[in-house]
């Protein structure tokens, strides 16, 4: 938990609330220091606000609090976002902000904090880590050139763009949700809206290994208040244009 007066990073006992070690975090003015995530006795901090700046991500022993390292580049994320990890426990976030060209999304190695690679802007992507999704190694996110959205399938070895879905509409008509679920068979779900006519479906796609297919589509609620669910069995749950939840056949969408 973050200290009251924001300068430190503690632990506390879960059953007695003894606090266990605390840490300092290089601040700025308005910064808090936010846990971000833990993974493998690792607990990973950076300090943040309500506004976006590019700051450096820090790794803390879960155990004792000490310091193992401080990532080689900033990174620019929300309080609310958590990085996405890789099966050998590298780290996919956003890197610094390009002012009129979007985020830099990097992999971090979980070693030492180092850059493995460090994806350009400016190629449409907006891929604020929260709306990305991670099925096994392949990394997903939202992508808009030219004002289209699509969806992106990103090489999580190069952070190169392997291949896209079909752009939605004409340019300025889709109101597409950064938030990507995917389901325990890898499809890929994604809220969408039509700023022209109103009303939001939800976007089901399959990634053939050389593309991504639209398998079915299935109206829904607002898309950007419209968090999908997927159950342990298999259906699919999100909010209907008359606030019901709905339950979906992940194989049809009905």
Do not use: K
């Not at 880590?129 to 699509?150: C, K, N, S």
């Not at 008509?173 to 990507?180: G, L, N, Q, S, V």
């Amino acid at each position: 938990f973050m200290s009251s007066d924001g300068a430190t990073v503690s632990a506390a006992a879960l059953t007695t609330g003894e606090v266990l070690w605390s840490a300092t975090v290089p601040l700025g003015d308005g910064l808090h220091p936010t846990p971000q995530a833990y993974r493998d006795g690792v607990v990973y901090v950076m300090p943040t606000s309500w506004f976006l700046s590019n700051e450096f991500l820090y790794a803390l022993d879960a155990d004792t609090g000490a310091l193992l390292w401080q990532s080689e580049d900033a990174i620019m994320a929300h309080f609310y976002t958590s990085p996405l990890f890789l099966p050998n426990g590298d780290l996919l976030t956003n890197g610094r902000y390009v002012s009129g060209r979007g985020w830099r999304l990097m992999r971090l190695d979980h070693r030492d904090g180092s850059v493995v690679w460090n994806r350009r802007a400016g190629d449409g992507s907006n891929p604020e880590v929260a709306g990305g999704a991670l099925y096994q190694d392949r990394f997903y996110i939202v992508r808009e050139p030219a004002g289209r959205h699509q969806l992106a399938r990103i090489d999580v070895d190069t952070g190169a763009r392997m291949y896209s879905s079909a752009p939605l509409g004409p340019a300025g008509t889709t109101a597409a949700a950064e938030d990507i679920a995917i389901d325990h068979d890898g499809l890929i779900l994604w809220p969408v809206g039509n700023q022209i006519t109103g009303g939001a479906f939800l976007l089901a796609y399959r990634d053939t290994g050389t593309s991504l297919v639209e398998a079915w589509r299935t109206p829904i609620g607002d898309s950007w208040a419209s968090n999908v669910g997927v159950g342990p069995d298999g259906p699919i749950y999100v909010c209907s244009r008359e606030d019901e939840l709905l339950r979906l056949d992940p194989l049809t969408g009905a």
